[in-house]
C-alpha cells in the first residue's frame, strides 16, 4: 500500500519538504524490511546533500532538487538502496516527489530521468543478483559460504545445506533451490520424530 502524500500547493504555498514529508514517510513504511542501517544511511546521505544544494523547503530552494538528482552525490543513495536491494524503495520515492513537484519542470524532468535509469538497472538480471549477493553476505556470520558464480548466488554450510539463488526476470523474483541432508543421533524415537516433524513442515511452508 501506498503512502498517501498530500500534493496539494495553493499559490504562494511552500512545496513539500523532500527530506521530512516524502522520503522519511516512505523508509519508515518500510522499516520491517529494510535493516535500520540502511535507513539511517539514506537519511543521512540525503541530509548532507540538503546542506550542500539547499533545496529544503525550509529557507531553501526546491529547484535545487534537480541538481542534486543529477548529481553524483545522489549516486551514493542509489548504491545504498542497491546493496540491500531496495531500488524499488528509491523509485516508489522518487514517484512521490514527481507528484509533489510538479508545478517545478526541472525538478519533475531530473526525476523522471533517474526513475527510466533505476527502472533500467531492476530490469538487469545480473544488477539484480548483484544487490541480492550485498544482502546475503550477512549470512556469512553465521558460518553459511556465500558466493557469485556466472549469474547465480551459491549458499552453502556443509555438509548439512547447498542452495543456489538465480533471478527470473520474467516474474521478477529471485528463485532459491536447495538442499538439506544431515545426521541425528538420538536416544529416543521422539526426537526424531520431532526433526522430522519440523523439516516437513518448514518445506511445506516454503511451497504453500
Known amino acids: 500500500m501506498a503512502i498517501a502524500i498530500s500534493t496539494s500547493q495553493s499559490k504562494g504555498r511552500k512545496p513539500l519538504d523532500f527530506l521530512r514529508q516524502i522520503v522519511n514517510p516512505i523508509l519508515a513504511k518500510y522499516s520491517v524490511r529494510l535493516p535500520r542501517q540502511i535507513i539511517d544511511d539514506v537519511r543521512k546521505s540525503i541530509g548532507r546533500a540538503e546542506d550542500k544544494y539547499k533545496f529544503s523547503s525550509y529557507g531553501g530552494d526546491i529547484t535545487k532538487l534537480a541538481d542534486y538528482l543529477r548529481s ?3 549516486d551514493e543513495v542509489i548504491s545504498i538502496v542497491k546493496g540491500a536491494d531496495a531500488m524499488n524503495i528509491l523509485i516508489e520515492i522518487l514517484e512521490a516527489a ?3 513537484y510538479k508545478e517545478y519542470p526541472e525538478v519533475v524532468k531530473a526525476i523522471e530521468e533517474r526513475i527510466e535509469e533505476l ?4 530490469t538487469k538480471e545480473e544488477e539484480r543478483i548483484d544487490a541480492a549477493l550485498n544482502v546475503l553476505k550477512a549470512l556469512e556470520e553465521v558460518g553459511v559460504t556465500v558466493k557469485k558464480k556466472d ?6 554450510y556443509q555438509p548439512y545445506f547447498e542452495g543456489k539463488v538465480v533471478y527470473d526476470k ?3 523474483l529471485f528463485v532459491l533451490e536447495y ?3 544431515g545426521k541425528l543421533t538420538a536416544e529416543s524415537a521422539g526426537t526424531i520424530y520431532d526433526v522430522v516433524k519440523t523439516t ?3 518445506v511445506k511452508k516454503q511451497l504453500s
Open 72 to 74: 553524483r552525490d545522489f
Open 98 to 100: 514527481k507528484n509533489a
Open 119 to 122: 527502472r533500467g538497472k531492476t
Open 151 to 156: 549469474n547465480a548466488i551459491e549458499l552453502t
Open 170 to 172: 520474467n516474474k521478477k
Open 179 to 181: 538442499k538439506l541432508s
Open 200 to 202: 516437513i513442515n518448514f
